[in-house]
Nanobody, 121 residues
């Protein structure tokens, strides 16, 4: 079993930056790749970014490339999502996930509870 807890959401203005954190625990969490997804009201859940614990290799969704950066701190068992140049359309609940695969083919096995990010214009 893997437990994921997200931190760092909030209300910001367009153009601001925000960093989300996801703390992972459990016996086997390091066997999984990690990813961030988001879901806006009335829309399907969307892939944002993923990363591997060992290599740090990452993928990004097209809508966030160049603005968002995913990283990990293996010593703290934590994955981060740095979000720059935020836009109102980035408003969503952001979920941390542990799973397998890459990019839009990422297959989640575990989810965090989600954290709300609201970007005002």
């Amino acid at each position: 079993q893997v437990q994921l807890v997200e931190f760092g959401g909030g209300l910001v203005q367009a153009g601001d930056s925000l960093r989300l954190s996801c703390a992972a625990s459990g016996r086997t969490f390091s066997e999984y790749a990690m990813a961030w997804f988001r879901q806006a009201p009335g829309k399907e859940r969307e892939f944002v970014a993923d990363i591997r614990w060992s290599s740090g290799y990452s993928d990004y969704g097209d809508s966030v490339k160049g603005r968002f950066t995913i990283s990990r701190d293996n010593a703290k068992n934590t994955v981060y999502l740095r979000m720059n140049s935020l836009k109102p359309e980035d408003t969503a609940v952001y979920y941390c996930s542990a799973g397998s695969g890459r990019g839009s083919d990422f297959s989640p096995s575990y989810w965090g509870q989600g954290t709300q990010v609201t970007v005002s214009s």
